[in-house]
C-alpha cells in the first residue's frame, strides 16, 4: 500500500533533549516536506527536500534540522527541544512539483516537550 | 506560490451540497489550484485539483473562475463523514521547486 509512515506517533520529551522523527516514504517520490499544525495557525512548512541531499528551509525552519539521505527517508531533527515546539508535525511526499502531483500526508506525530 | 483567502467556516445541512468558496487574486499562470481535507488531527487528504478547466473526481468538483481569481470547491450531497477542515492551496506547475503554503482553511461542519 502507497502510504508515508512516521514515527512515533506520540512522543512526550523534556526540553533539550535531542529527538529524531522519522518519515519514511515508499512511493519513490521525489519531493518531501515537513509541517507543523498549531491551533489557529494551520499548515506551517518547517523543510522541503526537492531530491537527494537537497534541502530548503520552509516558512518556521528554526530549531528544526532535516536531512536527506536517502529518497524514501526524510527525518526532522530537533537538536534541542523547547516548548514552544509542542506540537502536531506532519510529513508530506509527492512526485516532482507539477500537474499531477498531489500531497501524500502521513498520519501525524504529536510531541509535547515539557 | 500564491496566497489564498477561504472563510473561517461554514455549515451545511446533510444531503445538500456544499460549496467551498477560495480567493487567490494573485495566482500566476502556471501555478496549480489543489483542495485538501482534514478529518480532526488526522493527515491531511488531497481531494482535486485544477489549473484553469472545470474538474470533477469522485468526490468533488473544482469550478475556478475565468481570470482564475478565485475557485469553489463543490461537494455534491454532504455527509456527516465530510465535517472537516478545507484547505485550498495554489501550487506551481512542472519546473519548479517552491515552498508550499497552507493557510488556515475552512472548518465544514455537515448538519444532520
Known amino acids: 500500500e502507497a502510504q508515508v509512515t512516521q514515527n512515533p506517533r506520540y512522543l512526550i520529551t523534556v526540553t533539550g533533549k535531542k529527538l529524531t522523527v522519522t518519515c519514511s516514504q515508499n512511493m519513490n517520490h521525489e519531493y518531501m516536506s515537513w509541517y507543523r499544525q498549531d491551533p489557529g495557525l494551520g499548515l506551517r512548512q518547517i523543510y522541503y527536500s526537492m531530491n537527494v541531499e537537497v534541502t530548503d528551509k520552509g516558512d518556521v525552519p528554526e530549531g528544526y534540522k532535516v536531512s536527506r539521505k536517502e529518497k524514501r527517508n526524510f527525518p526532522l531533527i530537533l537538536e534541542s527541544p523547547s516548548p514552544n515546539q509542542t506540537s502536531l508535525y506532519f510529513c508530506?511526499?509527492?512526485?516532482?512539483?507539477?500537474?499531477?502531483?498531489?500531497?501524500?500526508f502521513g498520519n501525524g506525530t504529536r510531541l509535547t516537550v515539557t | 506560490d500564491a496566497k489564498t483567502t477561504q472563510p473561517t467556516s461554514m455549515d451545511c445541512a446533510e444531503g445538500r451540497a456544499a460549496n467551498l468558496p477560495c480567493n487567490h487574486s494573485?495566482?500566476?499562470?502556471?501555478?496549480?489550484v489543489y483542495w485538501y481535507r482534514q478529518i480532526h488531527s488526522q493527515g491531511p487528504q488531497y481531494i482535486i485539483h485544477g489549473l484553469k478547466n472545470n474538474e470533477t473526481n469522485e468526490m468533488a468538483s473544482l469550478i475556478i473562475t475565468e481570470d482564475r481569481k478565485s475557485s469553489t470547491l463543490i461537494l455534491p450531497h454532504a455527509t456527516l463523514r465530510d465535517t472537516a477542515v478545507y484547505y485550498c492551496?495554489?501550487?506551481?506547475?512542472?519546473?519548479?521547486?517552491?515552498?508550499?503554503?497552507f493557510g488556515s482553511g475552512t472548518q465544514l461542519t455537515v448538519l444532520p
Open positions: 508530506a511526499s509527492s512526485p516532482p512539483t507539477g500537474e499531477n502531483s498531489p500531497l501524500h
Open positions: 492551496i495554489v501550487r506551481v506547475g512542472p519546473g519548479s521547486a517552491r515552498q508550499l503554503t
Open positions: 494573485t495566482i500566476s499562470g502556471n501555478e496549480y
